[in-house]
């Protein structure tokens, strides 16, 4: 190689170097005058923290409710999901487990992780609305809603991942569920006498009604139990309910569908990967949540490029697969360069600049829930810095050229190296993430 062409890799590198710092710093500058003593503390305990105790690592989730039916596990602890109202939520039901009738002191969004349901909940209109959830489907429940869950799959367990939005909790740092049957219900907490008055019946008939469920939450369904509960939903087509389809608006008896991140166009896909997100669409659960959901496939050697969330805090769950994840400080420093295998709990702060990186030899798949301070619509994509989508091919080359004290014909080779789009293959490159 001759030694012009040498040098002009080496600018080219550097370069590309002093591009990302440069970044990172801007951002540093553009959101300075905002919450900034808070943050200046959030970066000193990042800085300051082990490769084992970093606050953007979380830890496992503990358990709530556990049957031999299934088992309920959250995790609020954090003090980022915390700073946020929000906490985590698993829920693994075996196949035809039903979830008790209960609601809870938190709003709840979740994705469908594996298997297939039946949801029932009473609407703020007092009618009970079913629907049918598959893999990949996204729903929500509303603080305060009565409902039940039934594991529709017969072979398969069903696994739930959520957030539950704790504003409004009684304890953000707990998530109360009342449940209307089984043991320790809600009925238990008044005197015996009082509810056999409420109900007309008998205080021996109270006795025997709320003690013949001995089991907790979760419970088994028999043969003939799973087939009612799992019927056909009712049609409700009435005159009432064309016109409220032809106005858009939630026909009578029927609930609202869920979004499916599986089956309905991808935000983005190339040969390297994709990801999806609940971003832009216009999903009736969601309409007033400030929580949004995203997962992201990456195949073997993919980079998910660097970007930032301008709306939102992310909160990553690994599900399958081992990769990477590296986080950016605002002052050009590394905030996080940690492996990931599945079951890691990640955040990334909002602004943050990050990528995602799989593994050589096997893919990495995540799912990302957003947290917005308020409601924004989620209808933003995230911002990337390289590749053909980059925001950075948005500013004007003379700008750019004057920023980074680099030839404009220079600078434009660096930008216009990555040919791919947001999600890049790293099999040929040697070096070390």
């Not at 003593?37 to 358990?63: A, F, N, V, Y």
């Not at 009736?284 to 995203?294: A, E, F, Y």
């Amino acid at each position: 190689m001759c030694l012009g062409c040498m040098e002009i890799n080496t600018r080219l590198m550097s370069c590309l170097c002093l591009l990302l710092v440069a970044f990172v710093i801007l951002c540093d500058h553009c959101h300075g005058g905002s919450g900034r003593s808070s943050e200046d503390h959030l970066l000193q305990r990042i800085s300051s923290s082990k490769e084992g105790s970093s606050p953007l690592i979380l830890e496992e989730p503990t358990q709530l409710v556990k049957t031999q039916w299934g088992e309920i596990r959250v995790l609020l602890s954090s003090p980022l999901l915390r700073k946020h109202n929000v906490g985590l939520g698993f829920i693994t039901l075996r196949p035809r487990a039903l979830l008790l009738p209960h609601y809870l002191d938190a709003s709840f969004v979740f994705l469908v992780q594996q298997g297939s349901a039946r949801i029932g909940w009473v609407d703020q209109q007092g009618e009970l609305l079913r629907q049918d959830l598959s893999t990949g489907d996204v729903y929500a429940v509303a603080a305060g809603s009565l409902f039940y869950l039934l594991s529709t799959h017969e072979d398969e367990e069903l696994e739930i991942y959520g957030l539950y939005d704790t504003s409004e909790a009684i304890d953000i740092e707990s998530i109360k569920p009342f449940f209307i049957a089984g043991k320790s219900n809600l009925f238990s907490g008044f005197g015996t006498r009082l509810v056999s008055a409420a109900f007309k019946v008998s205080e021996e008939g109270v006795a025997e009604f709320l003690s013949q469920q001995p089991s907790k939450a979760i419970i088994p369904t028999s043969v003939d139990a799973f087939a009612q509960l799992t019927s056909h939903l009712p049609e409700a087509w009435s005159w009432k309910n064309v016109a409220s389809f032809l106005l858009n608006k939630k026909m009578h008896g029927r609930a609202p569908r869920p979004l499916s991140l599986t089956s309905s166009k991808r935000s983005f896909a190339n040969q390297n990967g994709c990801f999806a997100s609940t971003g832009g669409k216009k999903l009736p659960v969601l309409r007033k949540s400030r929580l949004g959901v995203s997962f992201v496939n990456l195949k073997n050697g993919a980079l998910l490029a660097p970007h930032w969330n301008p709306q939102a805090m992310v909160v990553g769950v690994v599900t399958n697969g081992t990769g990477r994840i590296q986080i950016a400080h605002p002052n050009g420093t590394n905030a996080l360069n940690r492996r990931l295998e599945e079951g890691t709990i990640f955040v990334v702060p909002r602004y943050f600049p990050n990528c995602e990186l799989s593994s050589r030899d096997a893919p990495l798949k995540f799912l990302g829930f957003t947290v917005s301070d308020e409601y924004h619509g989620h209808g933003q994509l995230p911002q990337f810095l390289i590749g053909r989508s980059s925001v950075l091919d948005k500013l004007d080359m003379e700008t750019l050229a004057l920023s980074f004290n680099m030839p404009e014909e220079l600078v434009a080779s660096v930008l216009g190296a990555q040919q791919d789009e947001n999600i890049f293959s790293l099999l040929e490159s040697e070096s070390d993430m």
